[in-house]
C-alpha cells in the first residue's frame, strides 16, 4: 500500500510539474491557432533571435493571426494590414494598456518608474499622456519650427565641414543623434549640449538609452519568460548599471532647470511650464517620467 502511494504520489506531482511548466499568465485564447512548442520555455527555441522571419514562415501554416508560448507569457502575432486593422483600430481601446516585463519594469525602471510607452494603464498614465497630447499638439509643434530650425542647420553644417566638402567619409549617424538628442532637450528642459558630436554626455546619453532599449526586446531576454533565469542574475547587474547612469543624466538635467528657474535665467520649456503651473497634476514621480518620454522620443 505504502508503494502505490508513493507511486501515485510522485505520479500527481510529476503531473503538476508538467502542467506548471506549461502555464502561462494568460490562458489559451480560444479560436486562434497556437504554435506548438516545449514545456517551460514553449516557443522561444523555434523562434530564436529573430522573430519576425520565423513569424513570417509560421503565417503560411497557421495564418496571420496566432499565438505562441514565451516562456509562461502568452503572445498574440498579428501579421497582416487587416488583422492589425481589426485589432488597433477597431478595439484599440483593449490594447491601450503595456505588459509587464521582469527586467525592464522590475529591475531597469525601479528607480524612475515606467514611461509612458512602457505603462499599465492607469489614473497615473492617463495624466501622463494627457499632459504629453497637449505638448505635442499642432499649434504646440508649429512653437517648436525655431528649434528645429537651429538644430538642423548646426548639425548640417558640422557634418558639411566635417566631411571637407564632400571629399571625406564619415558616419552621419552621430550627427543626427546629436540633432534628435539637442531638440529634445531644448524643448524639454531649456538647455542644449554645447559642443560637437565627440560630447562626452552626448555620448553617454545615447548610449545608455540605446542600452535600455535592449533591455524591452522581446529576443534578448529569456528571464522575462522564464522566471528560473533570474536566479544567475547577470543580466539584472547589467541592467542595474545602465539604470544607474540613466539616474544620474536625468537628475543632473532637472535639477539644472530648477537652479535656473530659481534664478530667473531659465529659457521656456515644456519641463519648466509643467514645474511653474500650479496646476499642473504631476507629482514629482509623474513628472520625471513625462520628462523621460520627452527625451526618448
Not at 508513493?6 to 505520479?11: D, F, Q, S
Not at 485564447?29 to 519576425?52: M, R, S, W, Y
Not at 543623434?177 to 554645447?194: D, V
Request: include cysteine; charged fraction near 25%; glycine fraction near 6%.
Amino acid at each position: 500500500m505504502s508503494d502505490q502511494i508513493l507511486y501515485v504520489t510522485i505520479l500527481v506531482g510529476l503531473l503538476l510539474l508538467y502542467r506548471l511548466a506549461n502555464s502561462t499568465d494568460k490562458p489559451k485564447i480560444k479560436g486562434i491557432p497556437e504554435i506548438p512548442g516545449v514545456p517551460l520555455f514553449g516557443n522561444l527555441f523555434q523562434l530564436g533571435t529573430d522573430h519576425a522571419r520565423v513569424a513570417r514562415k509560421w503565417v503560411a501554416k497557421y495564418g496571420p493571426v496566432f499565438q505562441t508560448r514565451l516562456g509562461n507569457k502568452r503572445v498574440v502575432y498579428v501579421n497582416s494590414y487587416d488583422a492589425v486593422k481589426h485589432f488597433w483600430i477597431t478595439h484599440q481601446s483593449a490594447l491601450i494598456s503595456r505588459p509587464m516585463f521582469h527586467t525592464f519594469h522590475s529591475v531597469v525602471s525601479t528607480s524612475q518608474g515606467f514611461t509612458i510607452g512602457t505603462s499599465p494603464w492607469d489614473e497615473s498614465c492617463k495624466a501622463r499622456r494627457k499632459a504629453a497630447a497637449t505638448a505635442l499638439n499642432r499649434p504646440a509643434t508649429q512653437s517648436y519650427m525655431p528649434i528645429l530650425d537651429l538644430e538642423s542647420f548646426v548639425s548640417i553644417k558640422e557634418l558639411f565641414d566635417d566631411c571637407e566638402k564632400g571629399t571625406k567619409d564619415l558616419d552621419p549617424s552621430p550627427y543626427f543623434a546629436r540633432f534628435a538628442l539637442n531638440t529634445s532637450l531644448t524643448l524639454n528642459y531649456g538647455y542644449r549640449i554645447n559642443g560637437d558630436v565627440n560630447s562626452e554626455l552626448l555620448h553617454e546619453i545615447t548610449h545608455v538609452e540605446r542600452e535600455i532599449s535592449n533591455f524591452r526586446s522581446t529576443s534578448n531576454n529569456w528571464q522575462d519568460y522564464v522566471p528560473l533565469l533570474r536566479l544567475w542574475g547577470a543580466q539584472n547587474s547589467s541592467a542595474g548599471e545602465f539604470r544607474a547612469r540613466r539616474d544620474k543624466y536625468l537628475t543632473d538635467m532637472l535639477n539644472h532647470l530648477k537652479s535656473r528657474i530659481a534664478e530667473g535665467t531659465d529659457k521656456p520649456c515644456i519641463t519648466g511650464n509643467i514645474l511653474k503651473d500650479p496646476e499642473a497634476k504631476l507629482n514629482e514621480g509623474k513628472k520625471t517620467l513625462f520628462f523621460l518620454f520627452r527625451l526618448k522620443h
